[in-house]
C-alpha cells in the first residue's frame, strides 16, 4: 500500500545527535520540525546542517520545517514557586500590572489588553484546558474571576478564551524577525501558529517572496483538523452517514469538536483511540450529553496506545454508552445501521493518519 501520510517529526534537544537523526530518517521521517519557540536562529542554523549532511550521507532526502513562536496570551511567573493550586470555587484575578510576582490570588499577564476581549460570564480556559475560569467582572482592567476547574497553575502557561475571540496577530515581531534571519539557510517549509487571517499570510509572503524557499504555511487552528471524508472505501462503509476526522488529543481540542457538534443537527457516534500518556478521562468526560455512543479501539501500528480494555474501563463511567472494537473498518460498519447521522473519529493524529490510509 502507497503511504499517503507524512511523518513530520520535532527535533529537539534529546533527538539533535548524528545518530538519532539516522534513526529517524531509517524509520521513516518525511520532515523534520524546528520550532522557534524553544530554539534560537542560531541553533536552527546548526539543526539544519546537522541534517543536511545526514541527508547526504544516507542518500534519502528529507524536508525541513521551520515553525515560528506566534502569538499566544500566557500567564506571568509566581516568583520562586513552581506552581500554585487553584480550587473550584476560588476566587482568582488576571492582573495586567503583575510581572512574575503572582500567587494563589492573582497572576499577570503577557496581553495587556486581555481585558478588553472578554466580558463576564465568558470563560477563560489554563493549562490546555485541565483549569477553566468563569468571568465575573472587569475592574481597573483587572479580570476577576471564579475557579470552575481546579489544579495546578504553572508560571508561562497559556491562555485561551473559550470558543475563540481573542484580537491578536499571528505573526509577532520577533516572527517577522526571526523569519529575515532564516532566509540564508536550507529548509522547505514554514509553520504560522494561530493564524487569524490573510494578512497574516500575506506579512509572511512579504519577507519571502524573492527567497529561494517553498512557502508552505500551515495555518495550525484553535478549532481542530476536523476532515470529512467524502469518498473511498471507508465512506462506502459507511452508508448514508457522515463521516469525520480529527486529529485532536488534549482537553482545549475536545472542547472545540465538542462546540462543533453543539452546531449540527444530526446524532452523533465516536470512535476512538489514544496514546497511553493523554488523560483519557477528562478528554472524553467533554463529550458527555452531547453523543450517542463511544466504540473504542487500539491505534494500528501504535505499541504506544491505550489498549481498548482498559480505555474503556477508564470512561466506563461516563454517560454515553461505550463498545470496544477489533478495528476502524469493523467499527465503522457496526455503525452504518444508522441512518443520517455522524461517524466521528477522534483522539490522535496517528489514528486520523491511519484512516486516510486505508481510505
Given at each position: 500500500?502507497?503511504?499517503?501520510?507524512?511523518?513530520?517529526?520535532?527535533?529537539?534537544?534529546?533527538?539533535?545527535?548524528?545518530?538519532?537523526?539516522?534513526?529517524?530518517?531509517?524509520?521513516?521521517?518525511?520532515?523534520?520540525?524546528?520550532?522557534?519557540?524553544?530554539?534560537?536562529?542560531?541553533?536552527?542554523?546548526?539543526?539544519?546542517?546537522?541534517?543536511?549532511?545526514?541527508?547526504?550521507?544516507?542518500?534519502?532526502?528529507?524536508?525541513?520545517?521551520?515553525?515560528?513562536?506566534?502569538?499566544?496570551?500566557?500567564?506571568?511567573?509566581?516568583?520562586?514557586?513552581?506552581?500554585?493550586?487553584?480550587?473550584?470555587?476560588?476566587?482568582?484575578?488576571?492582573?495586567?500590572?503583575?510581572?512574575?510576582?503572582?500567587?494563589?490570588?492573582?497572576?499577570?499577564?503577557?496581553?495587556?489588553?486581555?481585558?478588553?476581549?472578554?466580558?463576564?460570564?465568558?470563560?477563560?480556559?489554563?493549562?490546555?484546558?485541565?483549569?477553566?475560569?468563569?468571568?465575573?467582572?472587569?475592574?481597573?482592567?483587572?479580570?476577576?474571576?471564579?475557579?470552575?476547574?481546579?489544579?495546578?497553575?504553572?508560571?508561562?502557561?497559556?491562555?485561551?478564551?473559550?470558543?475563540g475571540g481573542l484580537s491578536l496577530s499571528g505573526i509577532t515581531q520577533k516572527d517577522k524577525t526571526d523569519l529575515k534571519k532564516s532566509l540564508s539557510?536550507?529548509?522547505?517549509?514554514?509553520?504560522?501558529?494561530?493564524?487569524?487571517?490573510?494578512?497574516?499570510?500575506?506579512?509572511?509572503?512579504?519577507?519571502?517572496?524573492?527567497?529561494d524557499i517553498k512557502l508552505g504555511v500551515q495555518k495550525i487552528s484553535l478549532k481542530g483538523r476536523l476532515e470529512e471524508i467524502k469518498s473511498g472505501?471507508?465512506?462506502?462503509?459507511?452508508?448514508?452517514?457522515?463521516?469525520?476526522?480529527?486529529?485532536?488529543?488534549?482537553?482545549?481540542?475536545?472542547?472545540?469538536?465538542?462546540?462543533?457538534?453543539?452546531s449540527q443537527n444530526e446524532e452523533v457516534n465516536v470512535i476512538c483511540g489514544m496514546l497511553k500518556e493523554k488523560d483519557h478521562f477528562e478528554f472524553?468526560?467533554?463529550?458527555?450529553?452531547?453523543?450517542?455512543?463511544?466504540?473504542?479501539?487500539?491505534?494500528?501500528?501504535?505499541?504506544?496506545?491505550?489498549?481498548?480494555?482498559?480505555?474503556?474501563?477508564?470512561?466506563?463511567?461516563?454517560?454515553?454508552?461505550?463498545?470496544?472494537?477489533?478495528?476502524?473498518?469493523?467499527?465503522?460498519?457496526?455503525?452504518?445501521?444508522?441512518?443520517?447521522?455522524?461517524?466521528?473519529?477522534?483522539?490522535?493524529?496517528?489514528?486520523?493518519?491511519?484512516?486516510?490510509?486505508?481510505?
Amino acid at each position: 500500500m502507497k503511504k499517503r501520510t507524512k511523518i513530520i517529526a520535532t527535533l529537539g534537544p534529546a533527538s539533535t545527535s548524528p545518530s538519532k537523526i539516522e534513526g529517524m530518517l531509517h524509520a521513516g521521517a518525511d520532515v523534520f520540525r524546528i520550532n522557534l519557540s524553544h530554539a534560537s536562529i542560531d541553533e536552527a542554523k546548526d539543526i539544519i546542517s546537522l541534517v543536511r549532511s545526514q541527508e547526504k550521507r544516507i542518500g534519502r532526502p528529507v524536508a525541513i520545517m521551520l515553525d515560528l513562536q506566534g502569538q499566544k496570551v500566557r500567564i506571568k511567573g509566581f516568583g520562586k514557586k513552581s506552581h500554585v493550586t487553584l480550587k473550584s470555587g476560588d476566587k482568582y484575578v488576571l492582573d495586567p500590572s503583575l510581572n512574575d510576582n503572582g500567587n494563589h490570588r492573582a497572576v499577570g499577564v503577557t496581553f495587556k489588553d486581555l481585558y478588553k476581549n472578554v466580558q463576564p460570564g465568558d470563560e477563560l480556559l489554563l493549562s490546555d484546558a485541565l483549569i477553566k475560569l468563569k468571568v465575573e467582572e472587569i475592574k481597573s482592567k483587572k479580570i476577576h474571576t471564579i475557579v470552575q476547574r481546579g489544579g495546578k497553575l504553572k508560571p508561562y502557561q497559556g491562555v485561551n478564551k473559550k470558543g475563540g475571540g481573542l484580537s491578536l496577530s499571528g505573526i509577532t515581531q520577533k516572527d517577522k524577525t526571526d523569519l529575515k534571519k532564516s532566509l540564508s539557510l536550507e529548509y522547505d517549509y514554514i509553520a504560522v501558529s494561530f493564524v487569524k487571517d490573510d494578512k497574516d499570510l500575506n506579512d509572511i509572503r512579504k519577507i519571502v517572496k524573492d527567497k529561494d524557499i517553498k512557502l508552505g504555511v500551515q495555518k495550525i487552528s484553535l478549532k481542530g483538523r476536523l476532515e470529512e471524508i467524502k469518498s473511498g472505501n471507508l465512506k462506502k462503509i459507511a452508508g448514508n452517514n457522515r463521516l469525520i476526522i480529527d486529529g485532536g488529543h488534549n482537553i482545549s481540542a475536545a472542547i472545540s469538536v465538542a462546540e462543533w457538534i453543539g452546531s449540527q443537527n444530526e446524532e452523533v457516534n465516536v470512535i476512538c483511540g489514544m496514546l497511553k500518556e493523554k488523560d483519557h478521562f477528562e478528554f472524553m468526560k467533554v463529550f458527555e450529553g452531547i453523543i450517542n455512543s463511544v466504540i473504542v479501539i487500539d491505534i494500528p501500528n501504535q505499541s504506544g496506545s491505550i489498549s481498548k480494555e482498559e480505555f474503556k474501563k477508564k470512561i466506563n463511567n461516563l454517560k454515553f454508552n461505550v463498545k470496544t472494537s477489533n478495528n476502524i473498518q469493523e467499527s465503522i460498519k457496526s455503525l452504518s445501521n444508522y441512518q443520517n447521522t455522524i461517524i466521528l473519529v477522534i483522539g490522535s493524529l496517528y489514528l486520523m493518519g491511519e484512516v486516510l490510509n486505508l481510505n
